[in-house]
């Protein structure tokens, strides 16, 4: 089986989730998409986060597709980095392909994950398009660092298959939205309605 694992906050879930899902499925041939609905991202404030089931409640009505999985497995696995979880999975799953689905703001910031190049050599990594980001990803210093591992967009069926370091950058639709500008948006309608 051929697994994309999406990781995040998920705080909410919003259907830019949902569409870089279908994308990959698509674009990579894959099985299902695991949505990791992650108790605490710890590069992110505790403080405007949502409860966890309050987040998996919104993660399964917005996928609502056969083959996207919301899933709590990092609670589960008591795993913080997402380096910790790769490993968990990896050695839980052993017949499962996984690849790793990051949006290219991400991309930008993968040098503050813990571990970062350690989880660029383990997993392929697919990153997909997002408004503002999408350039500067691919000039990034990490996507410099791994500029021998990037495999071409007409490639991308093959991801999965290969061994770690792969990068792929996929092509689509870039969504507009964003969990913090959708929280952003719910505080100010909350406080015009005061």
């Not at 051929?2 to 698509?26: C, D, E, W, Y």
């Not at 790793?100 to 350690?118: C, F, H, T, V, Y």
């Not at 050599?121 to 021998?148: C, N, W």
């Amino acid at each position: 089986m051929k697994i994309g694992l999406l990781g995040g906050s998920f705080n909410p879930a919003h259907a830019g989730h949902r569409l870089v899902s279908t994308m990959a499925i698509q674009q990579l041939g894959l099985d299902q998409i695991w949505w990791l609905v992650s108790p605490q991202n710890p590069l992110k404030s505790e403080a405007e986060m949502a409860p966890l089931g309050e987040r998996l409640k919104s993660a399964n009505k917005i996928a609502d597709h056969p083959r996207i999985v919301v899933t709590d497995i990092e609670s589960q696995l008591d795993t913080q980095y997402t380096i910790d979880t790769v490993h968990a999975l990896q050695q839980r799953f052993r017949d499962v392909r996984f690849i790793w689905l990051m949006g290219a703001d991400n991309m930008i910031q993968l040098p503050k994950w813990s571990k970062w190049r350690e989880l660029v050599d383990t997993i392929p990594i697919a990153i997909y398009p997002r408004p503002g980001f999408t350039l500067k990803a691919r000039l990034s210093p990490a996507a410099s660092t791994y500029r021998t591992a990037w495999l071409d967009r007409s490639d991308a069926t093959l991801l999965p298959s290969l061994k770690a370091p792969a990068l792929c950058f996929l092509e689509g639709p870039e969504n507009p939205i964003s969990a913090t500008s959708i929280r952003q948006n719910a505080k100010a309608g909350s406080t015009k309605n005061s």
